[in-house]
């Protein structure tokens, strides 16, 4: 049984910063490309960044340049480290693994003075 569990949300104020972490198990970790969505009030679900099996990233244009996706595959973990955080990220932010319909919980991220 497949099981993510995110973690690392919180409040925030603008300019800060905040570290996701989502722990897989029930699964070969290392074969699948994982990835971050989030979803903000009233708003459908939107990417925001991709790792392949071999650390290739990809992100949404609003969050380049601020934040970054990395794996540890040892730890069958995959984080999102989110800097220079804007009110407009906002948003429960999910873990999922690529073209399974595995996702997370979600973990609530506020950023707001």
């Known amino acids: 049984q497949v099981q993510l569990v995110e973690s690392g949300g919180g409040l925030v104020q603008p300019g800060g910063s905040l570290r996701l972490s989502c722990v897989a198990s029930?699964?070969?970790?290392?074969?699948?490309?994982m990835a971050w969505y989030r979803q903000a009030p009233g708003k459908q679900r939107e990417l925001v960044a991709v790792i392949t099996t071999r650390a290739g990233t990809n992100y949404a244009d609003s969050v380049k340049g601020r934040f970054t996706i990395s794996r540890d595959n040892a730890k069958n973990t995959v984080y999102l480290q989110m800097n220079s955080l804007k009110p407009e990220d906002t948003a429960v932010y999910y873990c999922?693994?690529?073209?399974?319909?595995?996702w997370g919980q979600g973990t609530q991220v506020t950023v707001s003075s």
């Open positions: 029930g699964m070969i970790f290392s074969i699948y490309t």
């Open positions: 999922y693994v690529q073209t399974t319909g595995f």
